[in-house]
């Protein structure tokens, strides 16, 4: 965010630079769906920046533990996770996920989006709906990483199906996809 000035100083700004990062990725999966890989990926990379001068616009107005700062940890550890930065997305132990070398904790416990979008919520009961969402999210990541980082997951898939049976008690829990937590949210936070 190299521009300055009094539009750049608000709040608004960073709302209008998250939906723009989301409009950016719809049409980016709109390109997968019709095989346009190229698209995909340049979109992508858009609504990545987008997202990150959100987060770091909402972080300058509304400080470092405001829900909507939040919000966008969520975001960005998305897409951190597409580019496969897993220690950015959240904290893992690389050397029995990954086989790299390992980082000292200090440096992920700022840096990872995930742990902090979850801290940010905590437990107060209006935030059920995000935690439960970025909780599949955390979870379905490092299922994904195998080792012993998948056993941690399920327990993370375990916890937000709790939470999305509790908001949702009707609803069929077996086969809910990342999309069925989206919508967990109102679209303004998503």
Same mark, same amino acid.
């Given at each position: 965010m190299a521009n300055s !000035?009094?539009?750049?100083t608000r709040f608004r700004t960073g709302r209008i630079l998250h939906g723009l990062g989301n409009v950016k990725a719809a049409r980016a999966e709109a390109a997968r769906a019709k095989g346009d890989m190229t698209t995909y990926q340049e979109l992508m990379e858009e609504s990545n920046k987008l997202h990150k001068d959100s987060l770091a616009q909402l972080e300058s107005t509304l400080g470092g533990y405001h829900h909507r700062v939040a919000d966008l940890c969520h975001k960005v550890a998305g897409h951190c996770i597409l580019r496969e930065e897993h220690e950015l997305a959240q904290y893992v132990d690389l050397p029995t996920v990954k086989g790299r070398l390992q980082q000292t904790r200090s440096l992920?416990? !700022?840096r990872s989006y995930l742990d902090r979008a979850l801290r940010i919520? !905590?437990? =107060?009961?209006?935030?059920?709906?995000?935690?439960? =969402?970025?909780s599949f999210l955390? !979870?379905?990541?490092?299922?994904?990483?195998?080792g012993e980082a998948a056993s941690e997951g399920k327990r993370w898939i375990e916890q937000a199906a709790a939470l999305r049976k509790e908001i949702l008690p009707n609803c069929d829990m077996s086969k809910a996809s990342e999309k069925d937590y989206d919508e967990l949210v109102v679209f303004w936070s998503r």
């Amino acid at each position: 965010m190299a521009n300055s !000035g009094p539009l750049l100083t608000r709040f608004r700004t960073g709302r209008i630079l998250h939906g723009l990062g989301n409009v950016k990725a719809a049409r980016a999966e709109a390109a997968r769906a019709k095989g346009d890989m190229t698209t995909y990926q340049e979109l992508m990379e858009e609504s990545n920046k987008l997202h990150k001068d959100s987060l770091a616009q909402l972080e300058s107005t509304l400080g470092g533990y405001h829900h909507r700062v939040a919000d966008l940890c969520h975001k960005v550890a998305g897409h951190c996770i597409l580019r496969e930065e897993h220690e950015l997305a959240q904290y893992v132990d690389l050397p029995t996920v990954k086989g790299r070398l390992q980082q000292t904790r200090s440096l992920h416990l !700022g840096r990872s989006y995930l742990d902090r979008a979850l801290r940010i919520w !905590g437990t =107060r009961s209006w935030y059920k709906n995000q935690v439960a =969402r970025t909780s599949f999210l955390k !979870g379905t990541h490092l299922l994904s990483l195998g080792g012993e980082a998948a056993s941690e997951g399920k327990r993370w898939i375990e916890q937000a199906a709790a939470l999305r049976k509790e908001i949702l008690p009707n609803c069929d829990m077996s086969k809910a996809s990342e999309k069925d937590y989206d919508e967990l949210v109102v679209f303004w936070s998503r």
